[in-house]
């Protein structure tokens, strides 16, 4: 079993940056895959950003130019560098991690970003 925690949202004005945290542990299991969803409040859960084990890098066309994912598999943590927010960027935000000799994903509790004036 793998635990995610998520860390680093808050209140954040438009125009400004966040910096997102995601540590895992637990069972040791490589996490080929990590990616950041968020959801809007009445809104689906949305695909935001993957990096691969060895970096590749995936972003959801909302977020192209302003956010950045990077990870540091010695820390087993993941990152989500937010900048140029704006309100629509405002939700919860999830960690999600992908194994794929056992095709599991688990997840993180959410990290609540609110971009406002």
């Known amino acids: 079993q793998v635990r995610l925690v998520e860390s680093g949202g808050g209140l954040v004005q438009p125009g400004g940056s966040l910096r997102l945290s995601c540590v895992a542990s637990?069972?040791?299991?490589?996490?080929?895959?990590m990616d950041w969803y968020r959801q809007a409040p009445g809104k689906q859960r949305d695909m935001v950003a993957r990096?691969?084990?060895?970096?590749?890098?995936w972003y959801a066309d909302p977020v192209k130019g302003r956010f950045i994912i990077s990870r540091d598999n010695a820390k087993n943590t993941v990152y989500l560098q937010m900048n140029s927010l704006n309100s629509e960027d405002t939700a919860v935000y999830y960690c999600?991690?992908?194994?794929?000799?056992?095709?599991?994903?688990?997840w993180g509790q959410g990290t609540q970003v609110t971009v406002s004036s």
């Open positions: 999600k991690g992908h194994t794929i000799w056992n095709g599991r994903d688990y």
């Open positions: 637990g069972s040791g299991d490589r996490l080929d895959f």
């Open positions: 990096i691969s084990f060895d970096g590749n890098q």
